[in-house]
Structures are given as C-alpha cells and as structure tokens.
C-alpha cells in the first residue's frame, strides 16, 4: 500500500507540472532501473549508484535530495529538480535530438 501511495504521489506531481508523458516510466526502488535507459532519457532517483548505471546506459541522471558534490547533477528539493529538468530539455531542444 505504501509504494501505491507513493507512485500515485509522484504521477500526481508530474501530471501538475506538465512532465509526464506517454512513455514515461515510474520503477519500484528494487528495479534495476539502467536495463530501460535509451540514450538521453531522464532518471529522477535518490541513490547515487542508481545515477551512477543509468548515465553509463547514455542516460541522463539527476540524484534527488541531494546536497553532495557529485560527479552528476543534484537536486535538494522538487523545485531545483523542476529547474534541473527544464535547463536539459532545453539544452536538448537547441541541440535539435529533445528525447523524453
């Protein structure tokens, strides 16, 4: 019931803020997560090691509630990943390959 809870948590707050899309993918914690990364798509996590696979996989890591100097992108709170979120799409879009 908790990780119910919690996925209809996350969807809640991506749907509010526009970043859910068709294909995206919400995985439970014990789910190798880097077996579904195609290159540039986006990993939203809070461990590091989980970052650390899916940007070896091509993706895009950013470790959540985070505050640590890392060798990938860090967000303390929802507002800073918001951020974090918009600067790669965006980066991606003026690159001309946007992957969501």
Do not use: P
Not at 85 to 94: D, E, G, N, R, T
């Amino acid at each position: 019931d908790r990780y119910i809870y919690q996925y209809r948590d996350k969807l809640q707050r991506c749907r509010m803020l526009g970043f859910l899309y068709d294909d995206s993918i919400i995985l439970a914690s014990n789910i190798d997560k880097n077996i579904f990364c195609q290159c540039g798509d986006i990993l939203i996590d809070d461990f590091g090691h989980n970052i650390e696979l899916w940007e070896k996989a091509g993706g895009v890591g950013i470790q959540f509630r985070e505050h640590k100097q890392k060798g990938w992108i860090t967000a303390e709170n929802y507002a800073e990943t918001i951020h974090k979120i918009k600067l790669i799409l965006s980066a991606k879009a003026v690159r001309g390959d946007l992957v969501v």
